[in-house]
């Protein structure tokens, strides 16, 4: 079955940048979405469609895909974004995550 | 602001069947497919099943083939997902979510979520 590979875990200083890959096989040929995800609450999209934002999204988190890895970008990393995040793909008509990735703002 | 409350969760014996329901606020859902995700304790989030919004196309991960049914009722703006032949790896919250663009899209909105425990 297909699967998404995501770090464990991921730390990153205030106001600088974390990146959180997600490794798939051909991952370039789908469309992946990230979701995060605080503490006692719902998943929440972040990206979609390996770079598009929804709106009321800030503009510090961005999305890319290239070759077999899509990568979730945090600039400017603030307290608040300390949560899991989920990369999310298609494969086969069936819905794939990875594990997730805790990011830690120290 | 697109509310989904899911209801219909509790605690079940193994082998047995639970219905959750999912009922939609300030959005028609007719108009979209819906997805039910769940997440064991501890655990990362693990897609289930898709219906598209006419009810006719549904697909479900391999975990829960066989056992799981997604529906719907658009008259009554609600999805659901029947469960049988339930085990303790089912233990799980269970968010419903709508589909962004299609039917095997991106979740833009997604409930609270419905804790469903499968204990003897």
């Known amino acids: 079955s297909y699967e998404l590979t995501q770090p464990p875990s991921v730390s990153v200083s205030p106001g600088q940048t974390a990146s959180i890959p997600c490794s798939g096989d051909?991952?370039?040929?789908?469309?992946t979405s990230w979701y995060q995800q605080k503490p006692g609450q719902s998943p929440v999209l972040v990206t979609y469609?390996?770079?598009k934002r929804p709106s009321g999204i800030p503009e510090r988190f961005s999305g890319s895909s290239s070759g077999n890895t899509a990568t979730l970008t945090i600039s400017g990393t603030q307290a608040m974004d300390e949560a899991d995040y989920y990369c999310q793909t298609w494969d086969s008509s069936a819905g794939v995550f990875g594990a997730g990735t805790k990011v830690t703002v120290l | 602001q697109v509310q989904l409350v899911e209801s219909g969760g509790g605690v079940v014996q193994p082998g047995t069947s639970l219905r959750l329901s999912c009922a939609a606020a300030a959005i028609t859902l007719r108009s979209y497919a819906m997805h039910w995700v769940r997440q064991a304790p501890g655990k990362g989030l693990e897609w289930v099943a898709v219906?598209?919004?006419?009810?006719?196309?549904?697909y479900y991960a391999g975990s829960v083939k066989g056992r799981f049914t997604i529906s719907r009722d658009n008259s009554k703006n609600t999805v659901y997902l029947q469960m049988d032949s339930l085990s303790a790896e089912d233990t799980a919250v269970y968010y419903c979510?709508?589909?962004?663009?299609?039917?095997?899209?991106?979740?833009?909105?997604w409930g609270q979520g419905a804790l469903v425990t499968v204990s003897s």
């Open positions: 469609q390996d770079n």
């Open positions: 051909k991952l370039n040929y789908k469309y």
């Open positions: 979510a709508k589909d962004g663009v299609g039917v095997l899209g991106h979740f833009d909105s």
């Open positions: 219906i598209s919004d006419d009810g006719i196309n549904k």
